[in-house]
C-alpha cells in the first residue's frame, strides 16, 4: 500500500483528503438517488387459483394410490410452459395493449414479459408434519408500471389457465386411456404370436427338449441292454450254423435247421440296425439339447418381459380408466379462481433503495482510491517512520522549515499565526469532521427516503 503501512498513515490519509472523500461521496449518491428515482415503480397484482382435489382415492402408477392434485401440477406445469412460449406471449401483449408504443424488439419485449410475470405454486400440509399434501393453489403475479395493466395482465392469465384446464383434462385422460389401451392389445398380441412360436419351436424339435433328457436317458440303457441281448443271440446263432456248416450236414431236418438259424441271424441282424438308428438318433437329440435349450430360455426372458410390459401398461390402463370415470362424474381435479388481481394502489418500489446504497458505498470507495492515487502521484516522506522504512536510516532530529531573508520576521509571524490557527483547528477537527459526516449521512437517508 505504498506508505500507508498503518491504521494512523491510514487516518492521516483521510485528514488529509477528507474534503475530497466527502465531495466524491456526496455526489456520487445524488447521482445515484437521481438515477433510482428516474427508474419507474413497479405496481405488482396477483390472481389466485384454487385447486380442488379429488376426495376419490384412485390407484396410482406404481401400485399405490395418487396423491391429491399431484396430476393438476402435471397439467399446470404445461400449461405455464405454453403460456409463457414466444407467441403466446406476444399475442397477450397484444390483447392486453402491452408495450405498444414502446421501441422495442419482438424478442425484447418477450423477455420483458417473462421477467415481469411470475407463477408460484402454493403446496398445503399433509396430515404428518411437514409432509406436503401436493398443490394447493396457484399464484399468477404481475409487475408492470401500469397497475390497471398489471391487474388485466394477471386476470387474463388465470382465466386462461382455467379455459384451458377445462379443455383439456378430460381430453387427456381420454388420450391416456386410447393410448393404453392400444398398448395392451399390442403386448397381448406379442404374448400369443410368442407363446406360438414356441410351441411351433417345441414341435420341431421334440426329441431334444430338456424334459426329454431323463427318458432318453433311461431308453439308451434299455436299447444298450437290447443289443447285448442281440448280440448274445448272433454269436449262439452263429455257432450252431458254423457247427452244422464244418459237420457237413445234408439230412432234410439238418437243412431245415440251418436255414432257421440264417434266417434268425437275418432278423438279428435287422434288429441290430434299427437299435443303432434308434440310439445315433438319441444321441444326436441329447447333442442338439443344449441349444434348443438355450433358445427356450431366451424365449422364456422374452415372454416374461412382455409379462411384465403388460402388468404395468395393464395397471396405467385401470388407473386411466378410474381418470375417466371421475372427469365424466365431474368428480376428479378442478381449478377454480380463488381470487381475482385488483388495481394495486401502491408501487412495489423499483429497488431504488439498493441503488442508492451501492452508489454511496461506491462513491465512498472512489473516494478513497482517488485520494490513495493522489498521494501515490506525489510520493512526500511525511514522518520519522516513512523515511526510516524506505530509506533504513533513523532520522536524528526533525528540523521544520527556517525562513530567511527579509521576509523572516513576517513569515515568522505568519508561522505563528498559523500555528495558532491550526491549533484551533486541531481542537476543532472531531467537531467538524463529526459535522461533515453527519451532513452526508443525512444526504444519504433523505435521498433514500425519496427513492
Known sequence: MGQIQSLGELFSLIRRHILLILAVFVLGTALAAVYAKSRPDVYESTAVIQVEASEIVRPGANGGTARPGEDVGVLLDAIERRLTTRDALLDLARRQGILVDVPLSDDQKVALLRQSIRFQPIFGLGSAAGQSAGLSALAITTGLSDPEQAARVSNDLAQTILDAWSEGQLSRTRTALDFYRAEEARLWSEITRLDDEVAAFKNLNPGSLPTQASALNQELLRLDDQTRALDQRRLVAQASLDKLTQAGATRTTEQRQREELETELRQVGQQQAALSAR???????????????????????????????????????????????????????????????????????????????????????????????????????????????????????VLPVVPTGRSASRKARRAEALREKLAETIAETPRATLALGAGALLLFLVSAFLV
Open 279 to 397: 440310439v445315433a438318433q438319441i444321441q444326436s437329440d441329447l447333442a442338439r439339447m443344449p441349444e434348443v435349450e438355450k433358445a427356450l430360455d431366451a424365449y422364456d426372458r422374452r415372454r416374461l418381459q412382455l409379462e411384465g410390459q403388460h402388468t404395468a401398461v395393464t395397471a396405467r390402463l385401470a388407473e386411466a380408466e378410474t381418470a375417466v370415470r371421475l372427469a365424466d362424474s365431474q368428480q376428479s381435479d378442478r381449478v377454480a379462481m380463488l381470487e381475482r388481481a385488483l388495481t394495486p394502489p401502491y408501487p412495489v418500489g423499483s429497488g431504488g433503495k439498493k441503488m442508492v446504497v451501492a452508489g454511496a458505498m461506491a462513491s465512498l470507495l472512489l473516494g478513497l482510491g482517488l485520494a490513495f492515487m493522489r498521494d501515490l502521484m506525489r510520493p512526500v516522506v511525511r514522518t520519522a517512520a516513512q523515511m526510516e522504512r524506505q530509506t533504513g536510516l533513523r532520522p536524528a532530529m
